[in-house]
């Protein structure tokens, strides 16, 4: 038996809705993604949404538009995936690494220490789809203190008085806290829909807008749909429309709009999310759980509590006390079964990209420690009770080897 990571669920209404915009007349940005912007927007609970073809060209949309450049600093935490860290270089600014928790999140109470006058973004990462205490991060940014270092340079920082809230919350479409939705825990969240995510549409992401009252979201999106196409006053359907020719370039944007294929699949997908999608991953998450909770070596993912509710994106194991180096081999032996694992995340500071930049590893000792024990189980639709069996055993024979 072989058991791959992550493959997307395909089906017949997938398929048909794809042939079905190709034959409609119009492929990218129109009419579907323009819908599933509104159904994002409903299903959410936010203001207003952009659809992307990416959460990486979200994020760093957002942080563009609030004017984030050279000299300016982003805190996030040291354990994400590169793409959170990677927006803050494209903007010139400094990533800023803080510490994360047991439960894989930033830890909030280390966020203070980190903020100077040059703070201007934090992005929080909602990993693995549990969301991190929000509500500690809004009252300590509304703190006196920390509002009067906050020094604005842009008209958009001038109006949020305040350092912005930027959830990377690739992995938290469908989470809850306090009943809130994601996309409406922080002032821009940015969904990820790539192909081995929770809502897939093969490539694509997209941008929840949730400002404070001063901000007109509707002014905002319409700033953001501009931005992500070359900076165009016109989108590619208005300009076809007879007539209708004439454009302007307000700024020199970016490219990158989501196409109607990629709406369409998410569109599908959208739909039956909460009460399929979720139920099914959720399930999975159950079976494992229940299945390793006898083992003192699992130390098993948490991903519901009395405030929280995951999105069940991945399954993150930790192996209680085992070095990176047995963790490895554990990984050798489940993969020997045919059996694919992964390891999220690689700490920023492990990356060749940022290790001139004078990060240091043991700087974050939680997130070192949350790495060398990680193994994530996989999780997808169509995975079989065989499948998870097959897994769990795969895995307590390699942890009994090796450990
Ligand atoms: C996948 C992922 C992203 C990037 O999403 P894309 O849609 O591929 O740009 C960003 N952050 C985290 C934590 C992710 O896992």
Redesign the pocket.
């Known amino acids: 038996m072989r058991v791959p990571f992550s493959p997307p669920r395909m089906d017949k209404k997938m398929a048909d809705a794809v042939v079905d915009t190709l034959y409609s007349g119009w492929i990218t940005t129109g009419p579907k993604t323009r819908k599933l912007e509104e159904e994002l927007t409903k299903y959410t609970g936010g203001k207003a949404t952009v659809c992307l073809n ?3 060209a979200g994020l760093e949309l957002a942080l563009r538009w609030f004017g984030v450049k050279e000299g300016d600093e982003v805190i996030l935490p040291a354990y ?2 590169c ?2 860290a990677n927006v803050v270089m494209h903007c010139g600014a400094t990533p800023v690494l803080v510490d994360v928790k047991g439960d894989f999140n930033i830890d909030v109470s280390k966020i203070e220490a980190a903020i100077t006058s040059r703070t201007k973004v934090i992005m929080p ?1 909602d990993i693995a789809g549990m969301p991190i205490d929000y509500d500690e991060l809004h009252s300590m940014l509304a703190k006196s203190d920390v509002r009067a270092k906050f020094a604005p340079h842009s008209i958009e920082q001038e109006k949020l008085g305040r350092i912005m809230v930027l959830a ?1 919350a ?2 938290s479409i469908g989470a809850t806290y306090k009943r809130k939705n994601s996309g409406t825990l922080a002032d821009i969240s940015s969904f ?3 192909a081995v ?1 929770n809502l897939p549409t093969a490539e694509g ?1 997209a941008v929840i807008i949730n400002l404070p009252e001063q901000f007109d979201s509707l002014a905002v999106q319409k700033q953001f749909k501009v931005k992500s196409l070359h900076g165009q006053s016109k989108d590619a359907l208005e300009k076809t429309k007879a007539g209708g020719w004439r454009y302007d370039i307000t700024e020199p944007g970016y490219k990158c709009n989501m196409t109607d294929i990629n709406a369409a699949l998410g569109l599908v997908e959208l739909e039956r999310y909460d009460s399929d999608m979720l139920v099914k991953r959720k399930s999975i998450f159950d079976k494992y759980n229940a299945l390793l909770s006898k083992y003192e070596w699992a130390n098993i993912p948490v991903y519901k509590t009395d405030d929280k509710q995951s999105s069940f994106h991945i399954y993150m194991l930790r192996i209680n006390n085992a070095t990176e180096e047995q963790r490895d081999r554990i990984i050798d032996k489940i993969s020997a079964e045919k059996v694919a694992v992964n390891v999220h995340f690689q700490p920023i500071p492990l990356l060749s990209a940022y290790k001139g930049f004078g990060f240091n590893m043991e700087d974050y000792p939680v997130a070192w420690k949350n790495y060398e024990q990680e193994i994530s189980l996989p999780v997808f639709y169509d995975i079989s009770d065989e499948q998870i069996g097959w897994v769990i055993d795969a895995l307590v024979s390699a942890v009994e080897e090796v450990m």
């Open positions: 990416s959460a990486t994400t995936y793409a959170t990462v990377d690739a992995h990820s829909f790539h995510k992401g």
